[in-house]
């Protein structure tokens, strides 16, 4: 699968969306992936991890449990974890903190793949690898649907994605002129409730 079809199953899916965001890096683009729009469709979900899966298993060999940062990791790592054979746990913020509750464990020398749906800057991955380190286990990579920094994002680990894009993206002071003239809207989940 590449990248070129990854985004026509977001577009199928009516998740490819442009405009002036607010992306949950803070950053500001005039494309955004309403991803939860194609994981709300588990025939999409399906072929989308199916495919990373089968770049997964090639890269890292044996996985014993995918883990990701809750909102965007649980869906990815739940289908990801299922077509590698693996467990699949998730973590959450407590007092800001990414932290594995809910009983999820890891064992000693258990491989661990860290599961995200879209990289932009990689910070939820790298809380993610934070939060996995005080944990057992061999953490042997990282995975997501889509990486758009186009792989300019250090996550901490080695990432594998489905599909790469480069979409622009700009400092909320640093806007091209026509961004300034759209109202900014924000579509994703970091930072509600």
Avoid: W
């Amino acid at each position: 699968m590449t990248s070129e079809d990854v985004l026509a199953v977001f577009k199928e899916a009516g998740a490819l969306l442009e405009g002036h965001f607010i992306l949950s890096s803070g950053r500001r683009s005039s494309v955004f992936l309403q991803k939860a729009l194609v994981f709300s469709r588990p025939d999409l979900s399906e072929k989308l991890c199916k495919a990373l899966a089968a770049r997964l298993a090639a890269d890292f060999g044996k996985i014993d449990v995918v883990a990701g940062p809750a909102v965007g990791g649980i869906i990815p790592g739940y289908e990801l974890a299922r077509h590698l054979g693996a467990r699949a746990i998730f973590a959450e913020r407590v007092d800001g903190q990414l932290q594995f509750r809910r009983g999820f464990s890891i064992a000693a020398g258990e491989r661990v793949l860290i599961a995200e749906d879209i990289v932009t800057t990689g910070l939820s991955f790298r809380e993610t690898v934070e939060a996995l380190a005080k944990l057992p286990g061999e953490v042997v990579g990282g995975a997501c649907i889509i990486d758009r920094s186009g792989g300019r994002a250090d996550v901490g680990c080695k990432l594998i994605s489905l599909a790469q894009v480069n979409f622009p993206d700009y400092a909320p002071d640093d806007l091209p002129p026509e961004l300034q003239k759209i109202e900014a809207i924000k579509p994703g989940s970091r930072g509600l409730a």
